[in-house]
């Protein structure tokens, strides 16, 4: 109990027995006199005296044990009030606060008093009220986030649907001159028919990416085979793009236990963009090293930078950087926060700079042994 309390309590209870004992004295002091001038039986004066004085000895006896009673009862009473406004004071604070969490206030909090019994329930009520509140609001990011997602997906489906509908009509009510102009309906509608499946693909692997508990086919492999298949693989692109890649590999293996699949499309993703957006500037570039317990890798480009506003946003998904740029240089928008998810289901990091010595992507992932 507060030490304030307990002083309150033993002053009150101090006041109580003085003013009782003075009571008790004033009381004796009249039974005294009362007993002296009734007590004529007596003829020696210093006989009155003695009797009287024994009778109210004994009369003063019996009411201190009645005294000593009723402030034990009085002392029970007045400790149960003081203790009990002290609890129902804070019981009524915590109802009050509590009411208002319920009313949908989650940032009340109750006010926790360190030396009160009841101090570490409200401790414990204010953690309860932060996971709550915590969570309410991750469901409310998380159903933004799926408006958003269901906005997204439909805007940039509705486009190639509307085209292959519109060419499909036409071939439907014989619109065309010839079979080569046939033949060029077909081609666009199969097209935009590939890019919705592209992007249908891309919204699938983005959402199983983003499940944290997704299980990886990990095993060891050699990243920087991986890194020269894929690049062997971009050879037609780097051609056309007059591009040629410059590649900074260590001689001995680079062992990383990883899942090999998902990996390589990161690099893709990465690699393809350097392509798209680095058609400027002759070289695209691929470093790739392990210190200090991390393997890391860089593809840096060195076409046009991008905007400084807009780099915290380039691994968000749908985003793209130049908005004016078509679907087909633009990809679905799916592709970095892909590789974002990815690479943080390997526990691993990616970040990117861009400036007039060009846009880099830093992947960093830590070595780790294979599990058990």
Known sequence: MDSRYVALLFKM???????????????????????????????????????????????????????????????????????????????VKIEKDLGQMASGELSQRIEVKENHELGQLARQVNQLIERLETTVDEERIAEQSKTELITNVSHDLRTPLTSIMGYLDLIERDQYKDE????????????KAKQMNTMVNDLFEYIRTKNPKLLLNKDYIDLKEVIKQIASHFHLQ????KLSFRMNLPDQEVKQYVDGEKLSRVFENIIGNAIKYGADAPFIDITLHQREKKTEMEIRNYGEPIAQSEIPFIFERFYRVDQSRSKDTGGSGLGLAIAKNIVELHEGEIDVTSNSEGTAFFITLPIMDKEA
């Open 238 to 241: 780097m051609a056309e793009a």
């Open 180 to 191: 080569v102009t046939l033949r060029y309906f077909t081609d666009i509608a199969y097209d």
């Open 13 to 91: 209870v101090m006041l109580l027995f003085i003013s009782g004992f003075i009571t008790s004295v004033a009381i004796a002091g009249l039974y005294f006199t009362y007993q002296v001038s009734n007590l004529h039986y007596y003829v020696n004066v210093f006989d009155r005296f003695a009797a009287a004085f024994n009778a109210t000895l004994n009369f003063y006896i019996y009411e201190l044990f009645n005294l000593i009673n009723v402030l034990f009862f009085l002392g029970i009473v007045l400790s149960i009030v003081v203790i009990g406004h002290r609890y129902i004071h804070y019981f």
